[in-house]
Each structure stands twice: as C-alpha cells, then as structure tokens.
C-alpha cells in the first residue's frame, strides 16, 4: 500500500514541477518545451512500476516497466530479428512499392482531366475502407513469408497516396501554369519544373499518413499467418503463452519504428518542401 | 441558382431542354469519370481471374478428360497462371468463373454470396452477414462513442490548461505514428483473464484508435478561432465559458467532423482486428479469419465488402450529419 501512496505522491510532485515550468517565465524555452512532455512520460511510467508493484499486479494482466525493459535487453536478439523480418522486409518494401506505383498511376492518370475526376472519388472512398482485411486473401497469395506482407503494404499504402499525389499534380494556379507556357515549356518541364514542386507537400502528406498505415499492414498480416519471427507472429504467439512481458517488449519495438520511421520521412519532408509556408520560421 | 437554365448553356438549344443538357453536362463532370473509373477496375478484376484461376482450371479440365497442353500434371507445377491460361485459353476461360474454391473469385460470385449472406438468412442466424456485421459495428460504435467523448474532453482540457496541453499533447501527436493496433490481441486475452469478455474488449480498442485522432483534429478545431474573434468577445466581455460554448465550439465542428471520419474508420479496422484471437466465434473479423482457415475465398471476399459496405455507410452517414449540422450553423462552404 505504501508504494499506491508512494505512486500518488509521485504523480503530485511531477504535476507540480510540470504546471511550475509550464506557467513559468521560461514556459517558451525549447528545453523547457521538452521536458515537461520527459517528465510528465517519466512519471506516468514509475508510478506503473509502483502501483504494480504495491498492487502485485500478476505478470499476466500488466508486468512493471523494469521487467520489460529486462525481457527487451535479454531477448534483444529475437526482437531485432522480428524488427528485420516485419518493418525492413515487410513494412519497407511494400512501402516503397506502393508510393512508387501510386506515384506512378498518379503521374498517368494526371494527363487526362477525365481520369483525374475519376480517380479521386474512388481513391478517397477506397482510402477509408477497412482494406487491412484483405490480409488473408493476400496471405493465402503469397504465401507465409514476407512477400504476402509486402503485397498487404502495398495496397494499404496505394489509395491515400495515390488521392495526394493526385491532388498535389492539380495544386498549381493558373498564373503559374501560363507562366510557365509563355515560356515555351513542354509538358515534361511544366512537370519537373513546376508541378512535382509543388505537389511535393501532398506527396509528403501521402508518404507520412503511409508509414503508419505501413506498419499496421505488416503486424496484422502476421496474425494471419506468419513464419517463425516478426512482430505480429510473436505478439500473438506470446500472448497465447500469457507472456505479456514480451508483449510489452514487441509493443515498444513497433512505437519506436513506428515514430523513427516517420521522424525521418518528416525530416526529408522539412529538407525538400523548406519553401512550404508551415516550415517557415 | 435560378429555375430556367441559362439559354447559352451547351446544347441548350438543340432539341433537349436547357435543363436536361444541364443536368447531361454535369454528368459528365461528376459521376460519368468515376463510373468509367468503376467499370474499369471491375474489367480488370474479371481479366485477372483467368490467369489466376488458370492452374486450377486446367487441373478441373483434364480430370474431366479434356486434353490439356502440358499433359502431365508435373510439367504444369512450375508454370505460371498466365503461360497456362495462354497455352489452353478455352478451357481456362470457360473454368475461370464457376470453381468453388477459387483463387480470386469473380466479382458476380462475391456478389451472390453477399446477397445470399444479407438477405438469404434470417439477420440473427450465424449464416447471416447482417448478424455478422451487427457484432462488429455494436463493438465499434459503442467504442467510437467512448473513443470520441473522452477525447473531446481531453482536447477542452488541453486547450484551457497550459499544463496538460505541454505535458500531453506531445505524447498524442506521437501516438498517431504508432501501429497502436499491435496492443488489439493483448488488450482480448487480457480481459479473458479477468472475467470480462464479449462487446467490451472491442469496444475498448475501438476507443483507443478513436480516441487520438479525435483529441488531434478538435484541439485544432477549437484553436481555431483567430485573434480577431476572439478579442471582440473579450472586448463584449465573455467569460471563459461563454467563449467555448459561443466561439470555440462552434467553430471546431468542421474538424470535429473530419477526424470523426477517420477515427470511425480506425475503430471499425480495431473492431475487426479485435475478433481474430477470440477463436473466430462472430463478427466480421472472426468471418474472415474462419474463411482463411478453410480456405473459403468467397466468404473472406464477402466479408472484406460487408466490412467496407459497413465503413462506407457509416461515414456517409457521419458525412450527412456534419452537411445537416453545419448547413444550419450556416458554414456550409
């Protein structure tokens, strides 16, 4: 009981400091921007570990913070094979696969305006279907490996950014297209020079919502059948043995590629599109 | 806009009335290029199944002692779909749409088994794909619900606490890049353990991938009344409260709406995703996951439309409330 007490306690000084740092005179400092998000993280996580423990919560409903970090450093070998396996393997490659042939049909059906109206009626409906459900279908394909993976990846992935790109191709003005035409320039230049430029936010947008979807697609997948290794094979797999602890650990194996994953598409993001007014300083 | 069409419209003045040219012509703006659009994919769909289908048309064919080309079943294995269908093009046309198992079934089969699931059973019997889809939109609405108030609350309190919006807004903006649905199996066995089992699990993940999405795009939302606005109401002298229920709510409803739209969606894939460790007992989920277990592909085809039919019906009718609702807040744009 004494640790509940001590877990509350916790939760008040963290509070305290947090409204302190957050309502004081240095509240803009980017450090102090930081660190109340740390602490307020930082608390949550030791006030867990002490309700667990003062609680003894089983290790089956909810194991403590310091016993998962324990199962992430000894099975730290078994994790980055399921890491390679699930997100370079699968999430990755359908990944690539999927913008490049979204990218590609966007780039196609910009030429005609028909298409073009076409198309984005039906990308943005197909975009908010359940299409995660086409798991099985594509397991039963392609097999238990990586490859059925991909392919669910690629499908999931294909519709939002094939509606941005395509919404992106058609964001220029006017002014600037006949700009662009009293110079003489071909179809090809308009293209290189002044759309894909400019569609570049979209096409972000696209990439960034995709990695997320990217990852759900590989870890569903694998609850549909999977070899031995990856993260959705052994969340389940653990599960069913009640060894949450690994659980937990596969857990923070996917936040951390998930938020890793889309830190660096948004950095590419702020490299390419530093003319865009929202990364204006 | 007017009763009487304008007489310079296109075609107005050929044999039709100005209004039927009118209403040709934004066919052709509207709904002709999506229907082109439509019809393709499912041309693409019906191509597709020859060559898919092939090997096991082919194998059905000389079984049933038609010649085929490769004669030995041997030499067939290594092929793929298209050579074979290539090589005995009538058998596997004429195989490709009837096979009972097949590897893509034809658009017309899907259809029929979904017509035979919605209206062939009676909507409580397990056959039925309404008693199916009540089990899942049940766990997704009633999660969605929960999903959506907590996080209209949360967004209130982060908009008028510094502290909260420091400390946990950051920590909602990161959730959105994380495959929360991983935690789905987890989350089911758990609530086994401790007795509580049925609608609630699902309802839970459905909350919990509704929830960030909901808190995200109303903070915007009810951030986004400019400076402007919001000194006129301090200079009328409003208090705090009548500034959220005069200024700040109403203005949050367009995003409200739209990330009402995607957390539906996220809620009924964590629905979906929510029945597959039950052992597949009911819902849309445990559908597919029995399908994959016996290979019935036109059932798992059947339940992936129930599922989007499901998706697109509800988020037009979330799309009919924000019209309604904000036609008569008279923002309609």
């Known amino acids: ?281 | 806009m007017s009763d009487t069409a304008p007489i310079a419209a296109q075609g107005a003045g050929v044999g039709r009335s100005g209004r039927v040219a009118l209403w040709a012509r934004s066919l052709g703006g509207g709904l002709a290029p999506v229907l082109t659009v439509v019809a393709a994919l499912v041309a693409l769909w019906y191509l597709a199944c020859i060559p898919m289908n092939a090997s096991q048309s082919v194998l059905d064919a000389s079984r049933a002692g038609i010649e085929v080309t490769p004669a030995s079943p041997s030499d067939r294995r290594g092929m793929s779909g298209t050579a074979l269908a290539l090589q005995n093009p009538g058998v596997a046309l004429s195989n490709a749409y009837v096979q009972d198992r097949p590897k893509l079934p034809a658009p017309h089969q899907v259809a029929a088994e979904l017509w035979t699931g919605l209206a062939g059973a009676a909507p409580t019997s397990p056959r039925s794909l309404i008693y199916h889809g009540w089990v899942t939109l049940s766990a997704t609405g009633l999660g969605f619900a929960i999903g959506t108030v907590m996080g209209i609350l949360l967004a209130v309190g982060i908009v008028h606490s510094r502290v909260m919006d420091m400390s946990v807004m950051p920590w909602a903006i990161i959730s959105q890049t994380i495959p929360i649905i991983a935690i789905a199996p987890m989350i089911i066995v758990v609530l086994y353990s401790v007795g509580i089992q049925g609608l609630v699990p699902k309802a839970i993940i459905s909350a919990y991938l509704s929830f960030f999405p909901v808190v995200v795009g109303m903070v915007k939302g009810l951030r986004s009344p400019d400076a402007m606005q919001i000194d006129l109401l301090r200079t009328y002298g409003a208090s705090r409260g009548e500034m959220f229920w005069k200024l700040r709510l109403p203005s949050s409803m367009p995003y409200l709406f739209a990330s009402l739209k995607i957390g539906f969606a996220a809620s009924l894939v964590g629905a979906i995703v929510g029945e597959l460790p039950t052992g597949a007992t009911a819902g849309l989920g445990a559908r597919l996951l029995a399908g994959s277990y016996y290979g019935q592909t036109i059932q798992i085809w059947s339940a992936l439309f129930a599922a989007a039919i499901l998706a697109a019906l509800s988020v037009g009718v979330i799309g009919a409330l924000e019209r309604g609702l904000l036609a008569r807040m008279g923002m309609r744009r």
């Open chain 1, 1 to 281: 009981m004494a640790l509940v007490i001590a877990a509350l306690v916790l939760w008040a000084l963290g509070w305290t400091l947090n409204a302190r740092l957050a309502n004081g005179p240095q509240a803009g400092l980017p450090l102090v921007q930081l660190a109340v998000p740390v602490i307020f993280g930082l608390t949550l996580i030791a006030m867990w570990e002490l309700i667990v423990r003062g609680l003894s919560v089983p290790g089956v409903i909810l194991p403590a913070p310091t016993v998962i970090a324990a199962t992430f450093a000894a099975q730290a070998g078994t994790l980055w094979q399921d890491f390679v396996q699930t997100f370079v393997k699968g999430a990755l490659s359908g990944f690539l696969i999927g913008c490049a042939a979204a990218f590609a049909v966007a780039i196609l059906a910009d030429r005609t305006e028909f298409l073009r109206r076409g198309i984005l009626p039906v990308g943005n409906f197909m975009a908010a279907l359940p299409i995660v459900g086409t798991a099985p279908i594509l397991v039963m394909w392609f097999g238990f490996d990586w490859h059925s993976k991909a392919a669910v990846v690629v499908v999931m992935v294909f519709f939002p950014m094939l509606v941005n790109t395509v919404a992106g191709l058609a964001d220029t003005g006017p002014m600037q297209r006949d700009l662009m035409r009293t110079y003489g320039a071909s179809y090809l230049q308009t293209l290189v020079k002044l759309r894909l430029p400019a569609a570049m936010p979209f096409i972000f947008n696209g990439l960034k919502i995709s990695t997320t979807l990217a990852l759900i697609g590989a870890i569903v997948a694998e609850f549909f059948g999977s070899p031995i290794r990856g993260v959705g094979f052994r969340i389940s797999t653990s599960v069913g043995q009640l060894a949450l602890d690994m659980v937990w650990a596969e857990i923070v194996v996917a936040a951390l590629a998930g938020t890793l994953f889309y830190g660096a598409v948004a950095a590419l993001e702020k490299r390419v599109t530093f003319w865009h007014p929202s990364h204006r300083r």
